[in-house]
């Protein structure tokens, strides 16, 4: 594992990945949060109620990783323990992007998984996206919803609420969520077509095997 980036560059990567989150509409108003560990006890997090079309780097705080603010004047995002969770149950991790993609928050509100080998891509790049039960927003129970999935998925559907993905870096856990709203969006259009397709067995395993090769990372 690499060493952990500056705080500046932190700031400034999460400032990027939130505007890009807003300008591709994957989130609305105030959603959504972000966070990059920086140190062993120290991470960067977006504000609460600032949309992330307007972030600016004086907003984001710095916590430890219980929780407790180290740097910045602003409240940290109330789903902060779903972020700290997530880097606990994997070390790996050192980005995390919650957010609420049309597509993919359908999926959370119908109450079903991304977890259906229709697209090549998803296949490679994703893996299969589990669903959390519902808990109440800023919750712990949102936290320890998603504490069974942190080592084995790169991402999860949170019911009637969003979509969240990790990585071992911003643009990593970004893309995770770009790849996630685009499964969502094929699903919908299979569904519209009246065909629900899936790969074999054998033919996704085939693709789970040029990870490797392709350079694809576990997080």
């Known amino acids: 594992m690499s060493s952990y980036i500056s705080d500046r560059q932190a700031r400034q990567e999460i400032l990027s990945a939130a505007l890009r989150l807003y300008q591709r509409g994957l989130v609305a108003a105030n959603d959504g949060n972000l966070s990059l560990r920086v140190g062993d006890d120290a991470l960067w997090v977006t504000p ?18 219980k929780g407790n603010v180290l740097e910045g004047r602003w409240k940290p995002s109330s789903e902060t323990k ?12 050192r980005a995390v992007v919650h957010a609420h993609p049309p597509a993919a928050t359908a999926f959370a509100a119908a109450g079903l998984p991304l977890d259906r080998p229709v697209l090549q891509e998803a296949v490679v790049q994703l893996g299969a996206v589990p669903l959390i039960p519902f808990a109440l927003p800023g919750t712990q129970a949102v936290a320890d ?4 999935y942190c080592r084995s998925c790169r991402g999860a559907l949170l019911e009637y609420h969003g979509a969240v993905t990790w990585g071992a870096t911003m643009e990593r856990a970004w893309f995770r969520m770009e790849s996630l709203e685009q499964l969502a969006q094929v699903s919908l259009h299979l569904k519209t077509l009246g065909c629900e397709r899936v790969m074999p067995e054998a033919t996704v395993r085939e693709l789970e095997g040029l990870r490797e090769a392709w350079g694809i990372h576990p997080f």
């Open 48 to 65: 609460s109620g600032v949309s992330k079309g307007a972030l600016r780097e004086e907003m984001l705080v710095k916590l430890d990783m």
């Open 145 to 148: 919803g998603v504490a069974p």
């Open 82 to 93: 779903l972020h700290l969770r997530i880097y606990q149950e994997n070390p790996e991790v």
